[in-house]
């Protein structure tokens, strides 16, 4: 059965404590966290140094996720960093597949987003290169927006190309993930599941990404029953 594993996002922690809460969610999966430039979405966080940090003293592995332009020319540096696993955008950059193998050559897992409203077909055929596809379930940019259900077809069509064709990509959703909404998504066919508010928003993170988990992997089980 398909893992079900869940990342929360530090977008929605407190930046000024960073070590004390990344301890606070030391039984997730891995941490995501979301590296924005100013330039590809209207926001800006933290930048490779940062991320470095946050890679010496994290309990769990990293899952960066860049959404920055020009990222056939950052990302490497981030696989460099020795981070568990770098997501970039497939709208900001200009050899997909050269820059996967780059990330995988260099020790990375290698993801690649899409925007809620960027088809998955014109990537089908180079799933075998990637080991994560991230579908945005809100634009991203913003922490706490609310669920795009219109995303959901896609999730769906991505599943069933790569069960189809029997390569072992995961499935990650990011934006407005809740108890609630991760039976949907999951139900469609992801099975990584980013978290910002519905897990820093708790008053005990544990337990919220205890609950997510057990909420994901309910709906996995059903959908793979069916
Ligand atoms: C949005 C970021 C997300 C964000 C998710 O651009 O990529 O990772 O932190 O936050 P929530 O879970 O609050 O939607
Ligand atoms: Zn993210």
Not at 54 to 60: G, R, Y
Not at 64 to 81: E, N, V
Not at 187 to 212: C, K, Q, T
Request: net charge negative.
């Amino acid at each position: 059965m398909t893992q079900c594993c869940i990342n929360p996002s530090i977008l929605s922690a407190d930046f000024v404590n960073l070590e004390a809460e990344l301890k606070r969610i030391s039984n997730a999966d891995a941490v995501h966290v979301d590296v924005m430039d100013n330039h590809f979405v209207p926001n800006l966080t933290i930048g490779l140094p940062v991320v470095q940090r946050i890679q010496a003293v994290s309990p769990v592995p990293l899952d960066a996720h860049l959404m920055i332009a020009d990222a056939d020319r950052w990302a490497p540096g981030f696989a460099d960093a020795g981070l568990a696993s770098v997501t970039f955008h497939a709208e900001a950059s200009i050899a997909p597949i050269k820059l996967a193998r780059e990330l995988r050559n260099r020790g990375a897992k290698a993801g690649m987003a899409l925007r809620p409203s960027t088809p998955v077909e014109p990537y089908l055929d180079m799933m075998s290169e990637l080991d994560m596809l991230l579908i945005m379930t809100v634009e991203p940019g913003f922490g706490g927006q609310a669920f795009l259900d219109v995303t959901l077809p896609k999730i769906r069509r991505a599943r069933a190309a790569i069960d189809g064709s029997g390569i072992g990509v995961a499935i990650q959703v990011d934006g407005g993930i809740t108890e609630e909404t991760i039976t949907r998504a999951a139900e469609a066919g992801a099975n990584v599941f980013v978290a910002g508010s519905a897990v820093y928003g708790a008053e005990d993170p544990g337990a919220a990404i205890d609950r997510l988990r057990e909420a994901g992997s309910r709906s996995l089980r059903n959908a793979t029953a069916e």
